[in-house]
C-alpha cells in the first residue's frame, strides 16, 4: 500500500517561494508517476505539476509553467514542488498522487493514491 505524506505547506507574500514536499513509502516507484494536485475552497481539485520517476519527465499545465517545477530525489523517495513567483490565486490544500500505470495523467481518477494534503496560503 503506497502511502504519500506531504509537508512544508504555510503562509507566504504574494511574489515570494516555498517548497513544498512529498514522502513515498510503500511501493517500487521506478514505475510510478507522481502527481502535484491543489483544491481551493469551492473549487475541483486541479493538476499542477507530474513527474514520471524513472526519467524525471516532467509535465505542467499553463497556469503555472515557468514558476512551478516538481522534482525527485530517488535515494529519499520524495517529491517535491518549488513554487516561485506565488499569486493569491495559488491558495489551496496541494495534494501529492502516486500513479501506478505507464505515462503522465493530468485527471484526479487515473491516480491510485494520495496524500492528505498541506496547506499552501499566499497573502497579498
Known amino acids: 500500500q503506497v502511502q504519500l505524506v506531504e509537508s512544508g505547506g504555510g503562509l507566504v507574500q504574494a511574489g515570494g517561494s516555498l517548497r513544498i514536499s512529498c514522502a513515498a513509502s510503500?511501493?517500487?516507484?521506478?514505475?510510478?508517476?507522481m502527481g502535484w494536485f491543489r483544491q481551493a475552497p469551492g473549487k475541483e481539485r486541479e493538476f499542477v505539476a507530474a513527474?514520471?520517476?524513472?526519467?524525471?519527465?516532467?509535465y505542467y499545465p499553463d497556469s503555472v509553467k515557468g514558476r512551478f517545477t516538481i522534482s525527485r530525489e530517488k535515494v529519499k523517495n520524495t517529491v517535491y514542488l518549488q513554487m516561485n513567483s506565488l499569486k493569491p490565486e495559488d491558495t489551496a490544500v496541494y495534494y501529492c498522487?502516486?500513479?501506478?500505470?505507464?505515462?503522465?495523467?493530468?485527471?484526479?481518477?487515473?491516480?491510485?493514491?494520495w496524500g492528505q494534503g498541506t496547506q499552501v496560503t499566499v497573502s497579498t
Open positions: 498522487a502516486a500513479r501506478g500505470g505507464p505515462g503522465i495523467a493530468t485527471m484526479t481518477n487515473e491516480y491510485n493514491s
Open positions: 510503500g511501493g517500487t516507484f521506478s514505475s510510478y508517476n
Open positions: 513527474i514520471r520517476w524513472s526519467s524525471g519527465f516532467t
